[in-house]
């Protein structure tokens, strides 16, 4: 007995069942922990290091003016502004990706104007038109749905990079402000050794004059002066460069005299260094991977890479359009609005991609190597957030020591100084001992100076590694 054929409806519906299990599949939701390398319980620096990760940095530091810089340079700063107009356009991008999941309808008004001559008869008419079209694909499968997702998951990861904007620009004022209290500082050391040249070649020309020492004295004295006026000249030169920086940073027109500018007075107190905050506190590394913004942000774009693999591998599936069109025409303008008078058809459709050259798989395997390619982004962003904090934390230690060592150095060299002048008054030593003396002061006053702002670059350096808030 011959089968009996299946009937057609019945297939459609096996097939359309078939497909919609296959396009309702998603792929597995991410671990931003799933690291493709180890990352430690604890920071390998220090044990101690494992409290609670710092916030709200920049009160640690207790200075009333850099905090009030820093709030105008996150309201003045253009960087900052054109990084707020990217969120907003990545978030009017993702209504612009969801919009095809809603139904387009436009409308098409006109006027129609004719002549006829038939059996020699002219005969004119004119008549108004309202024409209306409708589509919609039905998004069965989640194709529409899946790059709406991968938008809207990119305008979250602008979203982050804005708030990695706001550290970066916070820890850069913060560092130019302390830049710039370090270049006054060096310059002040400077003008000091400038008059301490002047003294001596004072004396040594005294001495010269009454014929107890020779004429090489005396100009060695002199071309030491004239060095130390030339760092004068350059320490003074570096407090404009940075001062212009930081103005620029904070969204100001740079001036010639930052500290005199107006409504920038906040600038004199920039004439001293502070200690570094005592609390040190790093969190653990895995907190890293949910605070900081950058590392965020690249997590967030693989889940977005991942929404549009999703697309593209839908893309394959069938789609279900609506489609409708009408409207009215009529001589008269008032009625063209009754709509006894409209005519409209309105059509469902199914369209399966047969053939396409191979652009839908070659779309497919793009979006497989974006993939790859976000994967891969963001275990380096991750890597690379890890190596910045354990790098701060190991400087600490050295900084501080550096710190000590060099803070001795300028004690026993201004020690040594004055005993030199002493021994050449008594003419114990010689004029090249006495100028090494001055010199060894200004390097160990200059590297000491130098060193303190490392100290708070690096502590500054440490909250922005962490990600931790303004």
């Known amino acids: ?3 009996k054929p299946r009937r057609p409806m019945l297939w459609i519906v096996s097939a359309l069942s078939a497909l919609w299990a296959v396009g309702c599949e998603s792929p597995a939701p991410r671990d931003a922990h799933a690291l493709a390398f180890q990352a430690p319980q604890n920071w390998s620096s220090n044990g101690h290091f494992a409290e609670p990760a710092a916030t709200g940095w920049l009160a640690a530091f207790n200075d009333q003016n850099l905090t009030i810089l820093v709030q105008q340079g996150l309201r003045d700063n253009f960087d900052l502004k054109s990084a707020t107009a990217r969120v907003d356009a990545a978030r009017e991008q993702a209504i612009i990706a969801g919009s095809g ?16 001559n038939i059996g020699g008869e002219n005969s004119e008419y004119g008549a108004f038109t309202a024409m209306f079209n409708l589509s919609w694909e039905l998004d069965v499968w989640g194709r529409i749905k899946a790059g709406q997702q991968a938008a809207e998951t990119e305008a979250e990861a602008a979203g982050d990079d804005y708030r990695a904007a706001q550290l970066s620009l916070a820890a850069r004022i913060a560092q130019a402000y302390f830049e710039f209290g370090e270049a006054r500082l060096q310059a002040a050391v400077a003008a000091q050794s400038v008059k301490d040249r002047g003294v001596i070649v004072d004396l040594v ?4 004059n009454r014929g107890l020492t020779r004429g090489l004295d005396l100009r060695l004295v002199l071309t030491d002066l004239a060095n ?5 000249a350059q320490a003074r030169n570096d407090v404009q460069l940075i001062g212009k920086r930081l103005q620029t940073l904070l969204g100001r027109y740079p001036a010639a005299d930052p500290v005199k500018h107006d409504g920038a007075n906040e600038f004199d107190s920039a004439l ?3 200690q570094p905050p005592t609390t040190l506190s790093a969190g653990l590394p895995a907190e890293l991977l949910d605070r900081r913004p950058d590392v965020v942000a690249a997590f967030k774009r693989l889940r977005a890479a991942d929404s549009r693999l999703e ?3 839908k893309a394959l599936l069938p789609r279900v359009t609506l489609t409708g069109a009408g409207g009215t025409s009529s001589a008269a303008l008032t009625e063209i609005i009754d709509p006894r008078a409209a005519a409209w058809n309105l059509a469902a459709g199914l369209a399966q991609p047969l053939f396409t050259g191979g652009r839908l798989q070659a779309e497919i395997r793009l979006n497989e190597a974006k993939v790859q390619e976000a994967y891969n982004q963001y275990q380096s962003v991750a890597l690379n957030a890890f190596r910045e904090v354990e790098q701060v934390l190991a400087a600490e230690a050295w900084l501080r020591t550096q710190e000590q060592a060099l803070r001795e150095a300028v004690e026993q060299t201004e020690a040594s100084r004055k005993l030199a002048v002493y021994s050449y008054r008594q003419g114990l030593i010689e004029i090249l001992t006495l100028l090494d003396s001055y010199r060894s002061t200004l390097n160990a006053q200059s590297a000491h100076l130098a060193v303190q702002r490392q100290l708070l670059n690096n502590r500054i350096n440490l909250y922005l590694a962490l990600g931790g808030a303004v």
């Open 1 to 3: 007995m011959p089968a």
């Open 101 to 116: 999941r809603w139904p387009q309808l436009s409308l098409t008004p006109g006027y129609q104007r004719a002549k006829t």
């Open 205 to 208: 020309r005294g001495r010269f």
């Open 228 to 232: 130390s006026e030339a760092q004068l």
């Open 272 to 274: 001293s260094l502070p």
């Open 311 to 313: 697309s593209a591998e």
